[in-house]
C-alpha cells in the first residue's frame, strides 16, 4: 500500500464510530421522522465517512456513501417523507459499508460490483423524486461455487507425517466443509467439528489457519487433511451429525496428492514434525498454521481498545512511584539496610496491586459494544417476520473483559434469533392469547461479583415439553422417564429444533449446542428457563476478566493447587467421623442437608495421606452444594492465569496453571466441571 497505509488504523476506528452512529441514529430517525437536528446529525456523519473515503481513495466507499447522503438531503429538504421503506433501504447501505471496512482490514480490494445492489435501489428514488424513469439493474450471478477440498502445494516434510501415519494403519482424508451461510456461528460450528473429530484422529493441516476460523473470520468454506483410524463414511458421518452444516466433500488422499510438491515458493509447513506417526491433539491440530494462508489477518485495530485518559494519567503516576522506590532499592541495597529494603518493598507491593488493578480496568469494555446492534437487528426481523416487538435494554453501562466481550457478539445474535423466530408470536396470536399484541425482549447486563449475569428474556409463547417430546420421538430420542426440566434441556441438543419450517431465521436445528460450546469456551455457564405461554429466559455467566483472579491455595498430599474464590461459598474443618456414607456417595451435613463430599485425592490419583482433619471447600452448583476436601489450606492470592497443555485442558479437571512466589507451578482446578462429574455420576470419568 501507499503512504495512506500510516493513517489505516485512524480511518478503521473513525468509520467504525461513524457506523455505529449512522445505524443507531437512523433507527432513532425511523420513530421520530420530524426530527430536524436528528437528520442534520445524520448528514454530518455521513459526510465526514464520504470525506474520509475520498481522501484515502477508497472510490467505491464513497460512491455509495453519497448516494446515501442524497436520500439524507431529501429528507432534509421535504422532497421525501421518513418511510420505513426508505430507512431499509439506508440500512441496506451502512451494510455494505460495514462489509466494505471489513475488507478492507483483510487486504481485500473493493469492487464496483458489491455496492451495485444499494445503488440501484437509490436509483429508483432518486428517478420517483426527479421524476425519471427507473434505472435497470445489471443482474450479478451468485451461483454458488464447487467446494474445494484440495491441498496441492503441500511441503515434503507434510507428506512425509501423512504418508507415515497410513504406514501406520491410519485413513488420511481431505476434507472440504461448507458451513450455512445463515449461520451467525460460524467459528463455533468450526469449534465441534474439530472436536468431534479430534475424539477419533488427529487434523494435520488447516486451511484457513485456525486463528480466522476460531474467530469467524471467513466466508464459508474451510478444508483439512485428516487422519484417523475410522473409514470414510463414519467420517462423513461424525460431521454430518453437526447442525449447521450445509455441505461436504470427504476424499481419500490420493496417491497424486502424495507425490506432488512444488519448489517455487514453499509455504510454512503446518508441521514439521518427521517422526513417523502422526501424533497431533485435535487442539494442537487446531493451531496449526495453513500452508496456503495467503489471506492477511485483520487489523491491529481490532486487537485496541479506547482507555479513559485519566486511567492513563493514574498509570503513568503509579509507574512513576514505582522508578522512585525501585531508586530506593537499589540505593538500601549497597547500603545494606535491610529496614530501608523492608519499607521500599512494601510500597513497590502496594503500587504493583494498584498497577496490576489499573491494568485489569484498562482491559476492561463495557457490554454496550455488542448490545448496541441488536436494536437494528429487532427492528429487521421483527419486520421480516411480522410481528410487533419492543427491545429494553438495562445494564449496557456493565464492563467485561475485552476479549470476553468480542466473543460474545455471536452467542447473543443466535438466542435473538431464536426468541424472534420461535419465542415471540404473531400479535394475532398474541392477542388470542390474551396478551398484548407487541411482545417485549429485555437484554441485561450486571455484575455479581468476579461474574457478569447476561439475561435475555422474552414474554413469548416459551418452551412446550410436549412439543420437545413430539420433535425428539421423530428424532428417535428416547424421552420416557424425562422430567419436565429434562426435555426442556433437550433443545441443547446437537441439531435439535421443535419448528416444523425452515426459515432463513432459524429453524435449522442450529439450536443452542453451538452457543452453549462458545460460552464454556469463555470459560461462562450457560442456562434457561421456560414456562409455556409466558416466555423464555437466557442466562449467561461470564468470568470479569480471563487474566487474574482471587484464588485459594490448597495442598493435597505434596501438591499445591488453586481453587477460584469465586466459587467457594465456605470452608470448614471437617473429620472423618462428621463423613457418612449413603449409597455409593460420601456425604456431610451442612446445613440441615446432606451434601455430597469429593475426595480431591481420588479424583487427581494423588496419594492419600493419613489425616484425621481435613479442610471442606463448600461450593455451588446450580442449585446444589458439593464439598471438596483437600489437606491444607495456604491462604487466599490474587493468581495470573496461564494456559495449560491441550491434554491436560481434555482431562475436564484444570482451568489453567499458575507461577507462584518461589517459581513452582501450581495448576488451577475446575471445581465447576469436577462438581459436575460428580453430580452426574462420573467421577471416575473425569
Known amino acids: 500500500m501507499d503512504d495512506n497505509s500510516v493513517y489505516l488504523n485512524l480511518f478503521f476506528e473513525e468509520s467504525d464510530d461513524n457506523l455505529s452512529l449512522l445505524n443507531d441514529s437512523v433507527l432513532q430517525l425511523e420513530s421520530d421522522p420530524q426530527n430536524m437536528d436528528l437528520i442534520n446529525e445524520i448528514f454530518r456523519a455521513a459526510h465526514t465517512l464520504k470525506g474520509m473515503s475520498a481522501t484515502m481513495g477508497y472510490d467505491v466507499m464513497t460512491k455509495i456513501t453519497h448516494k446515501m447522503e442524497n436520500l439524507f438531503d431529501f429528507f432534509k429538504t421535504g422532497k421525501l417523507q421518513v418511510t420505513s421503506e426508505y430507512i431499509s433501504i439506508i440500512f441496506a447501505c451502512l451494510d455494505t459499508l460495514s462489509q466494505l471496512v471489513e475488507d478492507l482490514r483483510e487486504g481485500n480490494e473493493l469492487r464496483e460490483e458489491q455496492i451495485s445492489g444499494p445503488l440501484a435501489k437509490i436509483a429508483v428514488v432518486e428517478a420517483q423524486v426527479n421524476g425519471e424513469a427507473p434505472v435497470e439493474v445489471t443482474h450479478i450471478d451468485n451461483t454458488k461455487t464447487t467446494l474445494d477440498n484440495s491441498f496441492p502445494d503441500l511441503e515434503e516434510t507434510d507428506i512425509n507425517v501423512i504418508n507415515a501415519a497410513i504406514d501406520d494403519g491410519h485413513n488420511a482424508f481431505q476434507i472440504g466443509v461448507r458451513i450455512d451461510a445463515e449461520s451467525a456461528l460460524k467459528g463455533a460450528r468450526v469449534f465441534l467439528v474439530m472436536e468431534k473429530l479430534g475424539q477419533s484422529g488427529d487434523v494435520i493441516i488447516i486451511d484457513p489457519d485456525t486463528e480466522r476460523l476460531e474467530a469467524g473470520d471467513f466466508d464459508t468454506d474451510f478444508k483439512f487433511i485428516y487422519v484417523t483410524k475410522n473409514s470414510q463414511a463414519e467420517v462423513r458421518s461424525n460431521i454430518e451429525n453437526i447442525s449447521e452444516i450445509d455441505e461436504i466433500v470427504v476424499d481419500v488422499y490420493g496417491a497424486t496428492a502424495k507425490d506432488e510438491t512444488k519448489p517455487v515458493n514453499p509455504p510454512v509447513a503446518a508441521n514439521t514434525d518427521t517422526q513417523p506417526t502422526a501424533d497431533v491433539t485435535p487442539q494442537s491440530a487446531k493451531k496449526t498454521e495453513s500452508p496456503k494462508n495467503n489471506h492477511p489477518q485483520k487489523a491491529a485495530n481490532n486487537q485496541s481498545i479506547r482507555v479513559d485518559l485519566n486511567r492513563l494519567d493514574l498509570f503513568l503516576n503509579i509507574v512513576s512511584e514505582l522508578v522512585v522506590y525501585r531508586n530506593q532499592l537499589e540505593d538500601a541495597s549497597k547500603r545494606d539496610s535491610m529496614d530501608d529494603v523492608k519499607d521500599s518493598l512494601e510500597h513497590v507491593s ?17 457490554v454496550n459494544v455488542v448490545f448496541s446492534r441488536f436494536p437494528r437487528m429487532v427492528r429487521d426481523l421483527s419486520q421480516q417476520l411480522g410481528k410487533d416487538i419492543e427491545l429494553i435494554i438495562k445494564g449496557e453501562e456493565t464492563e467485561l473483559d475485552k476479549t470476553v466481550v468480542a466473543e460474545l457478539s455471536e452467542p447473543l ?14 400479535p394475532d396470536v398474541r392477542e388470542a392469547n390474551g396478551k398484548p399484541r407487541q411482545g417485549v425482549i429485555e437484554l441485561s447486563a450486571m455484575q455479581e461479583g468476579n461474574k457478569v449475569h447476561i439475561t435475555l428474556k422474552d414474554d413469548g409463547k416459551g418452551l412446550d415439553p410436549v412439543a420437545i417430546r413430539a420433535s425428539a420421538e421423530r ?36 439450536g443452542l449446542d453451538a452457543v452453549v460450546a462458545k460460552i464454556v469456551e469463555l470459560g461462562g455457564t450457560f442456562d434457561l428457563t421456560s414456562e409455556v405461554n409466558i416466555g423464555t429466559t437466557f442466562t449467561i455467566k461470564l468470568p470479569l476478566t480471563l487474566s487474574i483472579i482471587q484464588a485459594l491455595l490448597v495442598k493435597v498430599g505434596t501438591e499445591t493447587f488453586a481453587t477460584p474464590l469465586d466459587v467457594v461459598e465456605r470452608v470448614v474443618m471437617v473429620t472423618e467421623d462428621e463423613i457418612t456414607m449413603t449409597g455409593n456417595q460420601e456425604v456431610y451435613a451442612f446445613q440441615g442437608m446432606l451434601i455430597s463430599v469429593l475426595r480431591t485425592d481420588k479424583v487427581l490419583d494423588i496419594p492419600a495421606q493419613e489425616l484425621q482433619r481435613r479442610y471442606g471447600i463448600v461450593v455451588k452448583l446450580e442449585k446444589d452444594y458439593f464439598m471438596v476436601l483437600v489437606d491444607q489450606l495456604l491462604g487466599q492470592q490474587e493468581i495470573v492465569i496461564k494456559k495449560i497443555d491441550t491434554l491436560l485442558q481434555q482431562l475436564n479437571r484444570y482451568q489453567g496453571a499458575t507461577i507462584l512466589g518461589n517459581g513452582s507451578v501450581a495448576l488451577i482446578l475446575d471445581v465447576n466441571a469436577i462438581c459436575h462429574a460428580t453430580k452426574v455420576g462420573l467421577i471416575n470419568e473425569i
Not at 354 to 363: F, G, N, S
Not at 413 to 426: A, M, Q, V
Open 413 to 426: 445474535i443466535h438466542l435473538f434469533r431464536n426468541s424472534l423466530d420461535h419465542g415471540i408470536e404473531l
Open 475 to 510: 428424532k428417535g430420542i428416547n424421552t420416557e422417564g424425562m422430567s419436565e426440566d429434562e426435555v426442556k434441556k433437550l433443545v441443547f441438543h446437537p441439531g435439535f429444533s421443535t419448528s416444523q419450517e425452515v426459515t432463513n431465521i432459524s429453524g435449522r436445528g442450529v
Open 350 to 366: 502496594r503500587l504493583t496491586s494498584e498497577l496490576q488493578d489499573l491494568v485489569l480496568k484498562i482491559r476492561m469494555q463495557q
